[in-house]
């Protein structure tokens, strides 16, 4: 994973929004590269979008809260996304994210206090077969049991 950019250096979202300023609806390029970037999207980034485009801030916090993929809270190293599917919620998903708060003492959404994990529930994955899955970062862990959420936190 690349190093982050610091919210204070904003040379490189002004730089992000002058590459696509000319294309038509750059407003979702120019925040999924902006958010790869520094990893999340504070107010003083969509304020900086928002005033090299020429247009309301309030359309790029609209864009920015309407689409799931983009966060506005810092994200932790691990990120640990637990799916609430259908398949993985019947066959015991609750629990696993119960367990996994209970260790970390997060609830969803939340970030550690020291940046490692953030926790978030996801909706399906595609690996209904191993019901119930979490995945860590591209890490996927499936046919999840309670007791193999510690030793599977561990391991990072």
């Not at 999207?41 to 979008?49: A, D, F, R």
């Not at 909706?123 to 119930?132: E, K």
Request: aromatic share 8%.
């Amino acid at each position: 994973m690349a190093e982050l950019i610091p919210v204070e250096n904003l040379d490189v979202v002004k730089a992000i929004v002058a590459e696509h300023r000319e294309v038509p609806g750059c407003l979702m390029q120019i925040l999924q590269d902006t958010q790869e970037k520094y990893g999340y999207l504070p107010l003083v980034l969509q304020g900086t979008i928002a005033d090299e485009l020429g247009i309301p801030l309030t359309e790029v916090y609209g864009v920015a809260t309407f689409y799931s993929q983009f966060t506005l809270t810092p994200k932790g190293k691990y990120k640990i996304g637990i799916c609430l599917g259908t398949a993985c919620y019947v066959r015991g998903a609750q629990p696993i994210i119960d367990k996994v708060n209970g260790i970390l003492g997060t609830a969803v959404g939340d970030t550690t206090e020291d940046g490692k994990w953030s926790v978030d529930a996801t909706r399906c994955v595609g690996a209904c077969g191993l019901a119930p899955v979490m995945m860590i970062n591209e890490e996927v862990f499936g046919r999840l049991t309670v007791d193999e959420i510690p030793g599977i936190l561990e391991k990072f």
